[in-house]
């Protein structure tokens, strides 16, 4: 059915994040529809995490968090067979290419369906067939109304979105506004030629068909006379943040357009829509009255600054931080490279304002937090900006890491240091933002091997600063050891990090602790930044300390592991169409974790308080019911996995940090939150959401009711260990009189 508000509302006490965009929420509403209107079998909701690409970018396959992940959510939180007895069934599939569709899907009929092959290959011979039918008479009817508005001298509008914002009630008839007022109004994938549009100018990697419909489209509204361009953005989408601003600079550079860009949600502002509609029109037509003939110019190089081989002597390559810990490991693979890097101080409220003043708003705070710490150390006048590079990080895939590099471009830009290159860590760099620089396998080697000795450093340190009895000593000891594993690293390699771990975990063992009286335990899990960084989350660690808490927090290394791990896991299990490069380098780079795992487990076993860290292939084990481990958005799998294993071990209580607009966290952190909690009642789970704008009082707020909880349970434990201390002691007296007046050792026969 279509979508209505009564639909919309039906379902909206069923909604586990309520910044998740109108689409996502609208779900809910449709499956109540099916199952009490329709009174359907059974509800077929696959998850879909990656399809072919449909234009010139190669990297365009990866679907959006959310709509590959939701039916994860509906699973979990919202599930048709728990509520109605409706089987639902929710499939997870790869389709890196037409023949992963074919297989998987054969697979799966034959097994759930007990559908012929033959069948299954006809019906997606057919459906193939009607979708390209679909596709050559939409792009027939946009060649049609595009001649028809030349021929007449006007101009039409692309309304440019995702499939899912065609629905009238989630783009509030946004169409009519301009039929209306007799402009054509085109979808962008109604253009002709939408698929064939050069992409490489653009800023981003193109890493989904969607957006590279909405850039394509951008361009040849630019270059048209008779095209004008409006992007539909959804409430809460990260991504649309950095696609409007892209599209932005590309139609201004290309011809001096500007886009209207519309923001809508659940809200009926219809009113102000329609304001926005009329003015972006007339302001339109008195252009076109003027009769200026439109000056169409060449995209220019994205990155006209490059780091350059000169460049490596020459300047000071900047490296903000995710962890200080794991900056300072960048910063030593850096320098084995023979770049001069400086690993900055943790950023704080200057980092967080210039984050917010040259960022867009709705980008997430960790693109915001370590941008801002860029800028302030250039802004800090300790640094000559001539004489400077920024290392950022680089990931691509579904994740805005994937944009870090364009919007620090742009912020750079904005900010007046326009000159200062950038170097990622991304081997590909498809922009040649860095030709003078490549990460390379040793680099990365020592990276791998770093990281576990980093984690287990940070793990004893929470392990024995709550309970240390000289105050300091621990973050005093730990700053040394760090020091030496480090300082290992940068001059001999893998041999010194291991040389200065060993010395590490001596010096970590002569710390005075006393674990006598234990306090409770607190996992803190979510998106990696917020979780290392203390200037990110508030020094929450700190807090949760003083409060009487001991920290358990996810590893570093399985955030990086992870990316190696489900992408080899896919390759093997789904048996994906992968050049046989790419099979060799995730098995080869997931071995390398394991072999530095066990490097570091052998050394530091040699500490009291260390116990070998849980391996990804059994963390994944109890999980994989939850979220698969070939699962691929955001921290993926490491959420539930870690509170799983924890709660499993004792732990009550969880925090999960998100930055506001992480979509994968819709998924992975909220969406999984109210299945974890019926599997262990007793847990206490706390989403905790992050922007530039949150205060700590109102962290302390949310915090609040997990610290009065704690503090109860250990009186209430207290409690029950002076009863069964005072009942021993009764005991015992008893016990005394007895054998002096009887002279017998036992109550027995007396």
């Known amino acids: ?162 499939p899912y914002q065609n629905d009238t009630l989630v783009n509030h008839d946004l169409s009519k506004m301009f039929t209306k007022a007799g402009i054509a109004v085109l979808t962008a994938d109604s253009l002709p030629e939408v698929n064939q549009t050069e992409l490489s100018k653009s800023r981003l990697d193109i890493v989904n068909n969607y957006h590279a419909r909405m850039l394509s489209s951008a361009i040849l509204c630019a270059q048209s006379e008779h095209l004008e361009y409006v992007q539909l953005v959804s409430f809460g989408c990260g991504h649309d943040a950095y696609l409007s601003d892209e599209i932005t600079r590309m139609m201004k550079e290309i011809s001096g357009k500007t886009p209207l860009i519309l923001k809508v949600d659940e809200s009926d502002n219809q009113g102000p829509l329609g304001i926005r509609v009329r003015s972006f029109l007339e302001t339109v037509k008195m252009g076109r009255e003027k ?55 943790i950023g704080r409220e200057e980092a967080i304002r210039l984050g917010k003043k040259y960022v867009h708003n709705d980008i997430c705070f960790p693109a915001q937090i370590v941008i801002g710490e860029a800028l302030a150390a250039l802004e800090s006048g300790k640094y000559d900006d001539k004489d400077v590079a920024i290392v950022m990080g680089k990931y691509v895939g579904d994740c805005r890491l994937t944009h870090y590099g364009a919007l620090l471009r742009k912020a750079l830009d904005d900010a007046g240091y326009d000159h200062i290159p950038i170097l990622t ?125 001991e920290i358990i927090e996810a590893r570093m290394t399985d955030v990086i592991r992870k990316t190696y791990f489900y992408q080899d896991s896919q390759i093997r299990e789904y048996h994906l169409n992968k050049p046989m490069d790419q099979k060799i380098w995730f098995r080869t780079a997931d071995m390398f974790f394991d072999l ?96 530039p704008d949150v205060s700590f009082a109102n962290i302390e707020n949310r915090l609040q009711m997990l610290v009065m909880n704690a503090k109860q349970e250990i009186l209430e434990e207290n409690e029950e260990r002076d009863r069964r201390r005072s009942h021993h002691y009764m005991e015992s007296d008893k016990k005394t009189y007895r054998r002096k007046k009887y002279g017998v050792e036992k109550t027995s026969g007396v």
């Open 1 to 162: 059915d279509e979508s209505t508000r009564e639909i919309y509302e039906s379902g909206l006490s069923a909604v586990t994040s309520d910044t998740v965009c109108f689409p996502a929420k609208l779900v809910h509403g449709h499956l109540r529809n099916l199952v009490k209107k329709y009174h359907v079998d059974r509800i077929f909701m696959p998850s879909i995490t990656t399809v072919p690409p449909e234009n010139m970018e190669k990297t365009s396959e990866s679907m959006c968090a959310v709509v590959k992940g939701y039916p994860i959510v509906i699973r979990n939180s919202d599930n048709p067979q728990d509520k109605w007895n409706v089987p639902f069934d929710a499939p997870l599939f790869h389709w890196h290419t037409k023949k992963d569709r074919q297989r998987q899907l054969v697979k799966y009929m034959e097994e759930v369906y007990h559908v012929s092959k033959e069948e299954v290959m006809n019906a997606m011979h057919t459906a193939d067939q009607a979708q390209k039918s679909f596709d050559q008479q939409l792009k027939k009817r946009g060649e049609e109304i595009l001649n028809e508005v030349k021929e007449k001298n006007e101009f039409a509008v692309v309304l440019a979105s995702r």
């Open 291 to 345: 009769h200026q003939k439109l000056e169409v110019k060449e995209l220019q190089e994205p990155y006209p600054v490059k780091f350059t081989k000169e460049n490596r002597k020459e300047k000071i390559a900047l490296v903000p931080n995710t962890s200080h810990a794991f900056c300072r490991i960048m910063t030593a693979a850096l320098r084995g490279q023979g770049i001069r890097a400086v690993a900055l101080d």
């Open 425 to 549: 860590n991304d081997d590909a760099d498809s922009h040649n933002m860095h030709p003078g620089f490549k990460l390379n396998l040793a680099s990365s080697v020592k990276i791998a091997f770093a990281l576990p000795m980093i984690d287990v450093l940070e793990e004893l340190l929470r392990k024995i600063r709550p309970y240390e009895t000289v105050k300091g000593s621990a973050d005093e000891a730990f700053d040394k050891a760090l020091d030496l594993v480090i300082d290992g690293l940068e001059k001999s390699g893998v041999l010194g990090a291991r040389k200065g771990f060993k010395k590490a975990i001596s010096i970590m063992k002569n710390i005075s602790y006393d674990r006598t009286n234990l306090k409770p335990q607190i996992l803190i899990v979510g998106e990696y930044l917020l979780n290392f960084h203390p200037g990110a989350n508030h020094d929450i660690e700190k807090y949760l300390e003083e409060n009487g808490f």
């Open 596 to 691: 530095a795992h066990s490097l570091t487990d052998s050394i530091a076993k040699g500490h009291p308080l260390y116990k070998p860290a849980i391996r990804m292939d059994d963390l994944v084990k109890d999980s994989d019911p939850i979220i698969h481990h070939t699962f691929d958005a955001g921290e993926g799998v490491l959420i539930p996995g870690e509170i799983i294993h924890h709660a499993k071990h004792g732990c009550k209580y969880f925090l999960i940090l998100q930055p506001f607009g992480c979509l994968p966290n819709h998924v992975v952190g909220r969406g999984i939150s109210k299945k974890l909690k019926e599997m262990y009642p007793n847990a206490q789970i706390l989403p905790l959401d992050y922007d």
